[in-house]
T-cell receptor
């Protein structure tokens, strides 16, 4: 059973507009959430994270929102640029709960295409 | 850049052959991880290590073993490669704040 779900396999956005990538989770013990960006033939790159004690974290053009009651997080990219075209992975961690050792559980990814 | 290198970067092997992938880090991180990435599956944890000689299984550990005899090196071994192990393999380290940082990957093709 998938604990972290990214229900949109792909998203296409016009340059300059906002990109919104969504992620849902089922495990209420998750307390740390991350977004990664991945270009072809490269390793995933850490983008931004948020702790469960916050509902928003911002870093430049990237903002992550967390809605704990809905078990939902989203990544906003404003303004979107063609260089943002990549696969974006959402990930979650439950700290050391249940012996998980802080391991990350990843969603399957959303491919973002930003068109000039 | 978290100082992570992986070798080899590409490998083609035959079914039944043993294969070892190496992950090397230069920043003395305690936690290291091996993932595989396959279309439609995202990143799945194979094994991880929380110190020298301390390792544990992840979600998809069958057919894989690992070893960590030094802090800087984490080896992933496929004892007898199968075609289902054709994949891209990523190594990662865990930084103090909890984020993981990934190496460049090894693309493995098992014929």
């Amino acid at each position: 059973d998938q604990q972290v779900k990214q229900n949109s396999p792909s998203l296409s956005v016009q340059e300059g507009r906002i990109s919104i990538l969504n992620c849902d989770y089922t495990n209420s013990m998750f307390d740390y959430f991350l977004w990664y960006k991945k270009y072809p033939a490269e390793g995933p790159t850490f983008l931004i994270s948020i702790s469960s004690i916050k509902d928003k974290n911002e870093d430049g053009r990237f903002t992550v929102f967390l809605n704990k009651s809905a078990k939902h997080l989203s990544l906003h990219i404003v303004p979107s640029q063609p260089g943002d075209s990549a696969v974006y992975f959402c990930a979650a961690s439950a700290g050391n709960y249940g012996g998980s050792q802080g391991n990350l559980i990843f969603g399957k990814g959303t491919k973002l295409s930003v068109k000039p | 850049d978290a100082g992570i290198t992986q070798s080899p970067r590409h490998k083609v092997t035959e079914t039944g052959t043993p294969v070892t992938l190496r992950c090397h880090q230069t920043e003395n991180h305690r936690y290291m991880y091996w993932y595989r990435q396959d279309p439609g599956h995202g990143l799945r944890l194979i094994h991880y290590s929380y110190g020298v000689k301390d390792t544990d299984k992840g979600e998809v550990s069958d057919g894989y073993s690992v070893s960590r005899s030094k802090t800087e090196d984490f080896l992933l071994t496929l004892e007898s490669a199968t075609s289902s192990q054709t994949s891209v393999y990523f190594c990662a380290i865990r930084a103090r704040e909890g984020a993981q940082y990934f190496g460049p990957g090894t693309r493995l093709l098992v014929l």
